[in-house]
């Protein structure tokens, strides 16, 4: 299968195995947002995640971006070091997250900005998320959308397309607007991209959807996206990634820790079908 690595092929057809045995009625699926539902190159260019956009639309001031562009700069490099300790990783994008919503606040972020990367259609969806969407509703298999973006721009992008249903749950950061619709904080504690674990979840009610699923299939893009069902526990969990940049450099990490990789921005035919054959 072209674009698809499967590295332990008896783990994996055990699992799935187990996952088709017990049916619908025991799968739930967890999935990141950025680069994973959405598209991760456009054009041979790198698509904007959600909070990108902000910087990328010119709406707030010059200042913002340079100091934007001078923490990604700082951070980034710790991110994809795969050298470093989980608590490490953990204290660095804190900081990186921490330092950026308090300047998203100092710059005048607000609800309009939200507003208009919406209208736009900045979000671009990864070919077959439609279908992925679809199918987990018509079969009622609870989908929990996992992110480190903004959730106030996932909600709006996913309502605009027609794609938000019943079955789906979005753990984000959603910022905190005052009475003027001027961004103060987020509405609760940061989500990095290696703090999204399923302890996050446990009061509220998607919990009470999910505590008798006893199998998952999960969905990244990012190492830390390997921990999103941590805290709950599973009886098969099949983790596909998908692996968009520097293959050759990540390739054997990602093998390592997926069940699945999915190489070169593909679409999320495989996923689909996976779920069909369920």
């Known amino acids: ?3 698809i690595l499967i590295k332990n092929k008896n783990d994996f057809e055990n699992k799935l195995s187990k996952i088709k045995k017990d049916g619908i009625e025991k799968l739930h699926v967890i999935a990141d947002f950025d680069k994973t539902l959405t598209k991760a ?8 995640t959600s909070i990108a956009q ?3 639309g010119g709406y707030l001031s010059e200042d913002y971006v340079k100091k934007s562009f001078s923490l990604y700069d700082k ?3 710790f991110e994809i070091n795969h050298k470093l300790s989980d608590e490490e990783k953990d204290r660095k994008m804190m900081e990186w997250w921490s330092s950026h919503l308090k300047l998203l606040v100092k710059e005048g972020m607000n609800r309009e900005v939200v507003d208009d990367i919406i209208k736009k259609k900045r979000i671009l969806l990864r070919k077959g998320a439609e279908d992925f969407f679809k199918k987990l509703h018509e079969k009622n298999i609870p989908l929990l959308i996992f992110s480190a973006g903004i959730g106030d721009i996932i909600k709006g992008c996913l309502e605009s397309e027609g794609l938000l249903y019943d079955n789906m749950h979005i753990i984000s950061n959603f910022f905190d607007y005052d009475q003027k619709g001027m961004v103060r904080g987020y509405k609760s504690k940061i989500i990095h991209a290696f703090n999204k674990d399923e302890f996050a979840i446990k009061e509220t009610k998607y919990f009470d959807m999910i505590k008798e699923r006893k199998n998952v299939i999960l969905i990244g893009d990012s190492l830390g996206d390997i921990d999103m069902a941590k805290g709950i526990e599973h009886e098969a969990m099949l983790k596909i990634g998908f692996l968009n940049k520097n293959i050759e450099e990540n390739k054997d990490v990602y093998e390592r820790n997926f069940d ?4 070169n921005d593909s679409p999320m035919d495989f996923v689909v079908s996976l779920i069909k054959g369920i």
């Open 54 to 56: 902000i910087r990328e």
């Open 1 to 3: 299968m072209k674009n």
């Open 260 to 263: 699945i990789v999915i190489l």
């Open 75 to 77: 951070f980034h490099s």
């Open 41 to 48: 190159i456009v054009k041979g260019q790198k698509t904007h």
